[in-house]
């Protein structure tokens, strides 16, 4: 059974931090990341990262969000700093194949970052 099991997630004010966490299990994953969704708006992918070693940040949190993965821990983590109110959204895991990016076949099932200005 595959399980993606996200954490780290809360309400914090603008300016501050807030790590998310998401173990994997019963997957052999290639690439994890997180995507994230906002009242009324589309899910986006926010980070990604390969077990080649590739990483892709979208350009709306770079140079804030970090993504980083422990292979020994079957966990990807996103180190979520400077938070502005617009990147209140569910955030949610996943983990799928390497293609041109990182094709996602699984999901966890959301945590909730709110970021009050």
């Known amino acids: 059974q595959v399980q993606l099991v996200e954490s780290g997630g809360g309400s914090v004010q603008s300016g501050g931090s807030l790590k998310l966490s998401c173990v994997v299990s019963g997957y052999d994953y290639r690439c994890m990341g997180w995507l994230r969704q906002g009242p009324g708006e589309v899910r986006e992918t926010v980070a990604w990262?390969?077990?080649?070693?590739?990483?892709r940040i979208s350009d709306s949190v770079k140079g804030r969000f970090t993504i980083s993965q422990d292979n020994a821990k079957n966990t990807v983590y996103l180190q979520m700093n400077s938070l502005k109110a617009e990147d209140t959204a569910m955030y949610y895991c996943?983990?799928?194949?390497?293609?041109?990016?990182?094709?996602?076949?699984?999901w966890g099932q959301g945590t909730q970052v709110t970021v009050s200005s």
């Open positions: 996943a983990a799928g194949r390497r293609g041109v990016g990182c094709e996602f076949v699984h």
């Open positions: 990262t390969g077990n080649d070693g590739v990483t």
